[in-house]
């Protein structure tokens, strides 16, 4: 059985019963049999479908976003946010997605010569907790409207999100096979990858899951995404908006509670600044709201599992011995950890070198644009970094130093269905969103006329 529990009461909201072999493969043959009458669909048909879900998911914004919230426990006005973004990406491929997958004509010898995009078949989604209903939309919708058809394996305690999505998916008239929930553990992921009939797999979680995956999936030759862990810099230079970038940088790494893998983790401040930035910002953090998630007003709610505030608490732990000041909060209570604000904190300490996944700030004070883009590039992730400064050339020249899948300049990095998102080193490979996420799982193909 797999048992989903509110991570604020402590208490069991539903026990699922896991998916036997039988109804596996009864899964996998609708899934298949699906794709060949699903890839004949003209776009704008398919299109039609993802319109219908995007309306139902507006329609039903308050349940789900009371699903989020009970199963790991997001403060409900982000758990509103996140549904209401999961429609703005149905909107955007319904609107975008014809073009982005017309063929394209090249210029050769030949009478005529193009490309053309092609769904591959079933594709497997491996999908986390912290945003249920934002992970699973943002892969699901380009991978429909591409013409393969998915199954979706969800993280075990957010299992009602995973139920309410495929509910979802029927609501809005999709052909059956179209989209299956699969009710398994991790340790069937495996099983499934092998099955002939599965094309390839996308999967955003943690490194050891990501490896796992992308080891079997590499072994069997097919395709694999990995949307990984990360460590976001949010890098403040002395010209920065000091009030802008305050507010920009508490939100950045405390929404979610700190539970996102491009939140702001790592920041860095220049020493001109640095005093009276700290100031500024430990002064927002207080202001933040901790509660009940239920509650229209809270900002900070609880982690999602108890291990996972325990670990964020041994990494704090160690950072302090290390030389790392704490100067607000640090306490936790269950799955409670206060807004936690570090400064001084050197590159070997833990929270700098790992991935913090909670509401803890560590703050590094730099000299130079040198030992900033150092810092930045010191880490073994690479999905984003924020800089802050009001001299845009500096920017320009700063942008092609960085190692990261993106650079955004005085704001957040944030995941937007026009723009690709993906990282690199340890953040893992290949992108999702925008044009180039739609044709992650296609087949590019060669077709040349020779005309006699």
Not at 15 to 27: E, F, P, V
Not at 34 to 43: D, P
Not at 136 to 147: C, H, K, Q, S
Not at 248 to 272: D, H, M, P, Y
Request: hydrophobic fraction near 40%; charge should be neutral.
């Amino acid at each position: 059985m797999i048992k989903s529990t509110n991570p604020y009461t402590g208490e069991t909201i539903k026990k699922y019963r896991q998916d036997t072999k039988s109804i596996l493969n009864k899964k996998l043959k609708r899934a298949e049999k699906q794709y060949k009458v699903w890839r004949t669909h003209s776009l704008s048909s398919r299109a039609k479908f993802v319109r219908a879900i995007g309306q139902v998911l507006r329609e039903n914004t308050n349940q789900y976003a009371a699903m989020i919230t009970q199963e790991m426990g997001k403060p409900i006005s982000q758990a509103k946010a996140e549904v209401e973004k999961c429609a703005w990406v149905c909107d955007y491929y319904a609107d975008n997605a014809a073009e982005a997958l017309q063929n394209e004509v090249i210029e050769t010898d030949a009478y005529k010569s193009l490309v053309r995009y092609d769904p591959l078949g079933i594709i497997l989604g491996v999908m986390p907790w912290n945003y249920p209903f934002w992970q699973v939309f943002r892969f699901a919708i380009p991978t429909l409207m591409a013409g393969n058809t998915v199954l979706l394996k969800h993280a075990s305690n957010v299992m009602g999100c995973a139920e309410l999505i495929e509910e979802a998916f029927n609501e809005a008239g999709f052909p059956e096979g179209c989209y299956q929930n699969l009710v398994i553990s991790s340790k069937k992921v495996n099983s499934i990858l092998k099955d002939d009939r599965v094309k390839a797999v996308s999967l955003t979680g943690s490194k050891p899951a990501g490896s796992a995956v992308a080891s079997k999936a590499s072994e069997l030759i097919k395709p694999s995404v990995l949307e990984l862990g990360g460590s976001n810099a949010l890098v403040v230079f002395e010209d920065a908006n000091l009030e802008e970038t305050v507010k920009t940088c508490v939100q950045a790494r405390f929404q979610n509670t700190g539970q996102s893998c491009i939140a702001g983790k790592r920041l860095l401040v220049q020493e001109s600044v640095y005093l009276e930035f700290v100031e500024k910002f430990i002064t927002q953090v207080r202001e933040l709201k901790s509660g009940n998630p239920q509650d229209e007003d809270t900002f900070i709610g609880v982690m999602a599992r108890e291990d996972l505030a325990e670990e964020l608490e041994k990494q704090l732990e160690d950072s302090l011995t290390k030389g790392a000041r704490l100067i607000l909060g640090g306490k936790r209570r269950k799955t409670y950890f206060e807004p936690t604000v570090v400064i001084d904190v050197h590159k070997k300490a833990r929270i700098f070198e790992e991935e913090t996944f909670g509401p803890v700030m560590g703050i590094t004070p730099f000299k130079t644009d040198l030992e900033a883009i150092d810092l930045v590039n010191r880490s073994k992730f690479g999905l984003g970094v924020s800089i802050f400064t009001e001299d845009y050339e500096r920017a320009e020249a700063l942008i092609g130093q960085f190692d990261d899948g993106a650079v955004f300049v005085n704001e957040l990095v944030k995941s937007d269905p026009r723009l690709p998102f993906g990282g690199t080193k340890e953040s893992g490979y290949g992108r999702e969103l925008g044009t180039f996420g739609i044709k992650e799982f296609v087949n590019a193909k060669t077709v040349y006329f020779k005309k006699n």
